[in-house]
């Protein structure tokens, strides 16, 4: 098994697992590999370091108020993610009939619940003119089915 260290266009960084190298250069030419964050296919390979197991060693702890970047990044990334899947976890989904649900929920048309759902920019213009607070949250495309 090979771990990747890959990167997207938009600077997400994640792992890859791959049976071997081929298999992700394979993966990679048909499109197969993305980004869980945004659903992106053009991700690169970042380079990488082998990880060697020396019995005894320890992780040296940076300095306090020298944090990593790119460690930083992928806790945010990682914080973001937890969030989407709170948000899955814990709503609705109406589909594209999100403005219509919405709507109704607000007028005491039907029972309070948290939905969630797509809706066009003009739907969402105008329930925010009607005073029907929604927040855009993109899926990522990993997210929108399940996997079983």
Not at 21 to 26: A, G, L, R
Not at 30 to 53: E, F, K, Q
Not at 68 to 75: C, E, H, L, S
Not at 115 to 137: F, H, K, N, W, Y
Request: aromatic share 6%; with cysteine; charged share 30%.
């Amino acid at each position: 098994m090979k771990v990747f260290d890959l990167r997207c266009a938009h600077d997400h960084t994640f792992e890859g697992w791959f049976g071997s190298e081929d298999d992700f250069v394979s993966q990679q030419d048909r499109g197969l590999v993305t980004c869980p964050i945004c659903g992106d296919t053009a991700v690169t390979r970042l380079p990488s370091a082998p990880r060697l197991n020396l019995s005894g060693a320890t992780a040296r702890k940076p300095a306090v108020g020298t944090d990593d970047p790119a460690r930083t990044k992928q806790q945010l990334q990682a914080l973001w993610m937890k969030a989407v899947r709170r948000v899955l976890a814990n709503t609705e989904d109406v589909g594209d009939r999100f403005a219509e649900e919405a709507r109704r929920i607000h007028y005491d048309e039907a029972p309070e619940r948290s939905i969630r759902g797509s809706a066009t920019l003009e739907e969402t213009q105008a329930l925010a003119e009607e005073g029907i607070e929604v927040m855009p949250l993109p899926l990522p495309e990993g997210l929108k089915d399940t996997l079983q």
